[in-house]
């Protein structure tokens, strides 16, 4: 089994902590989910279905928006998850005005 690294309840990803072929289990804590495809070292895996245009969320931070539909055990990564920084500066900006 390999492990998988989530920090808050509200992420929707972990990072790997190994590299991770399509079929093999990974536990956080709470939570086990099957690789459904290869995820190298350091990389994200979806611990639930991401709805296409929601927030990936990772470190309890948003860092990007799902740009296609992810399932669980799903690597994300800039092939199906769009950049928001300038959204999240845009928002941030606001907050402190």
Do not use: W
Not at 19 to 48: F, N, Q, S
């Amino acid at each position: 089994m390999k492990k998988a690294i989530r920090i808050e309840k509200e992420d929707n990803v972990a990072v790997v902590a190994q590299d991770t072929a399509k079929g093999d289990r990974l536990v956080c804590p709470g939570l086990e989910i099957v690789a459904a495809a290869d995820i190298p070292l350091g990389h994200k895996v979806a611990l639930a279905p991401i709805d296409r245009g929601a927030l990936v969320v990772k470190f309890g931070v948003p860092i990007g928006r799902a740009s296609a539909a992810i399932r669980t055990g799903d690597h994300v990564h800039v092939h199906n998850v769009e950049d928001i920084t300038t959204e999240l500066c845009e928002g941030y900006q606001k907050k402190v005005r």
